[in-house]
C-alpha cells in the first residue's frame, strides 16, 4: 500500500493529515512528542490501529527529548507523556495497548539510552505486527464472502486507519483481487464523513466500484436485497464480544439482523479487550457538538442549537455474525481464549 497514516523518518513522526483528506494530500511531521499527541486528539490521525502505531512513535519520540540525570527521573517523566497520551481518544483500546507495551520497556530498560533504543524498535514492531495481522484478517473476512458479494461498510477501515491494507476494507481489497467482489455501498458516516471523504478516496485508488450512501439509507438497501454482508471495523471489542465501533454501526447491526444480512466486526486481536466484560463498561468518547451543527466550519443548524455527540456506539454481541481477526473467525458464543476457526479457503488464497 502507497497510503501510510504514520511513519517515522530520523526523529521526526510523519502524519497524514486525514482532516484534509480528499482535497488536499498534507503531511505533517512533528519533532515535539505533543505534536502528535495533538494530532491522535484532533483525529489527523485515526483509527484504532493507526493511533497505536501513532502514539508509539510518540513516546519514542517523547524518550529523546526526556533530558533526566536519572532512569528513575526518565521513568517519572515517561510516565507523565504516557498519560498524556492516555487522555486523546479513550475508547481505542490499541492507543492503551501500546502505551502499555512502551512501558513496560522503560521499565526494563537500565539507562534512558537503552529505553530510547528499545522504545523505536518496539513502536517499530507494533506497525509491522499490525501489517502481517491485516493481511491474514483480510483472507480470513475474504472467505466467509459470497461470490458477487455486494458488501456495505462504514467508517474508514482502510490503510488511513492502520499500519497495513485495513481491517474491514482489507477484506473488501482481497475479495476484489480474488474476483469475488461486486459492489461495496459506503456509509457516509456522519458527522465527520469517514465513508465519504476518506474510504471513497481509498477504493477510488484501486478502481473497486462502490457507491456512497447517506446513512439513513442502509436499510432500503437491505429491504430491497441488496446487501450480501455489512462489514465493520471495531474501536474495542469486550470479553463477551460486545463491541464498541463509529456512532452508526450499532444501527446497521440492528438492521442488518432484522433482514437476515449477516454482519462481521474485522479487527486484530489487540483491539480485543479481556479486561473489559461488557459493553457497557467501554468508555464512549463525546466530542464538540460543533461537528454535528457546523460543516467546514460553517454553521448549518440555528446558531445556539445544541447537539448531542458520541463518537462511538456499542453492538451487543448477539447482532454480530462473526468478529474476524488475524487469528481466525470466531462466532458466538464469544470465548477468546479458544482457538478460533480457519476458514480452509483463507489458507488457499
Known sequence: MKVRPVAWHEGVVAVLDQTQLPERVVVEEFDDWRGVAE??????VRGAPAIGIAAAYGLALAARQIDAPTMDAFRAEFERVCQAFAQTRPTAVNLFGAIERMQRVVAHAQTPEEARARLLTEAQA?????????????????????????????????ALATGGIGTALGII????????LAHVYVC???????????????????????????????????AQGNVDAVITGADRIAANGDTANKIGTYTLAVLAHYHGVPLYVAAPESTIDPTTPEGVHIPIEQRDPSEITHVGGVWVAPVGTPAYNPAFDITPASLI??????????????RFGETPATPSSAARS
Open 173 to 180: 481489497r482481497v475479495a476484489y483481487a480474488q474476483g469475488k
Open 321 to 334: 455474525s462473526a468478529i474476524i481477526t488475524e487469528k481466525g473467525v470466531y462466532r458466538p458464543p464469544y
Open 188 to 222: 457516509e458516516t456522519r458527522p465527520r464523513w469517514q465513508g465519504l471523504r476518506l474510504t471513497a478516496w481509498e477504493l477510488l485508488q484501486e478502481g473497486i466500484p462502490f457507491e456512497v450512501i447517506a446513512d439513513g439509507a442502509a436499510g432500503l438497501l437491505m
Open 126 to 158: 507494533i506497525q509491522q505486527e499490525d501489517y502481517e495481522a491485516d493481511l491474514a484478517l483480510a483472507r480470513h473476512g475474504a472467505a466467509l464472502l459470497p461470490e458477487g458479494a455486494r458488501v456495505l461498510t462504514i467508517c474508514n477501515t482502510g
Open 39 to 44: 494530532a491522535i486528539r484532533a483525529m489527523k
